[in-house]
């Protein structure tokens, strides 16, 4: 189940704030699903990582979707945010085996009804996504093709939310058990090993030091 407060996106960082926060994150282990991974904390900070349209272009040439980076507009940029949203909204539908929203999936589903990135074999086990001046809008159509896959099957029952207290991150639960609890284990989940970890040996302390008072006091 998703964590039940959400708080408005803001383009406002604390200045505190990791020096890496604002990277693109490619964790979620769908193409969709990583756009939503675009906004940073959504239950505490809720931080933006799309905050200009270079970003939007340099995100779109990370997620291998275009190469080089596109110019991206202030349009297309609000265009991509509006659509992540979208997507978010059905994620936290499904979590919460909900029914989704009607806006969301008229969002999703514009955007799928648009042709998208066509694919170029260049090689025996080689392919890319041609080059195109509608190259920001067919990759959101084929950001927008995948949510449709993901949350149109069974795979809708498989997206999580990172247990982590410190990430909001969503991701697609591949084990065996579906029982995956972090979005990533070499991050979040191997914090919560170390924490766990060290609230173990402070308890074991914390015995040790009351069981030698006892016997010093008796």
């Not at 272009?57 to 509006?82: I, K, Q």
Request: proline fraction near 8%; charged fraction near 30%.
């Amino acid at each position: 189940m998703a964590r039940a407060l959400v708080q408005p996106v803001t383009d406002c960082l604390d200045p505190e704030a990791e020096p890496d926060e604002l990277e693109p994150r490619f964790a979620a282990g769908r193409l969709s699903l990583d756009l939503a991974l675009t906004v940073g904390e959504r239950w505490r900070r809720s931080f933006e990582r799309l905050r200009t349209p270079s970003d939007l272009g340099r995100w779109l040439e990370l997620a291998g979707l275009v190469s080089p980076a596109p110019t991206v507009g202030p349009a297309e940029l609000s265009a991509a945010r509006e659509l992540r949203e979208a997507i978010f909204g059905l994620a936290r539908r499904a979590m919460d085996g909900r029914p989704a929203m009607a806006s969301d999936l008229a969002v999703v589903n514009e955007w799928a009804s648009r042709p998208d990135l066509p694919p170029w074999l260049t090689g025996i086990g080689r392919t890319v996504h041609r080059p195109s001046p509608d190259a920001v809008p067919a990759a959101l159509a084929t950001i927008a093709r995948d949510a449709v896959d993901l949350f149109g099957g069974p795979l809708a029952a498989r997206v999580r939310e990172c247990a982590a207290p410190d990430c909001s991150g969503l991701f697609l639960d591949g084990s065996r058990a579906g029982a995956r609890r972090w979005c990533s284990m070499t991050a979040c989940g191997n914090r919560a090993k170390v924490a766990a970890y060290r609230r173990r040996r402070a308890g074991a302390a914390r015995h040790e030091r009351n069981d030698r008072e006892r016997v010093t006091t008796g």
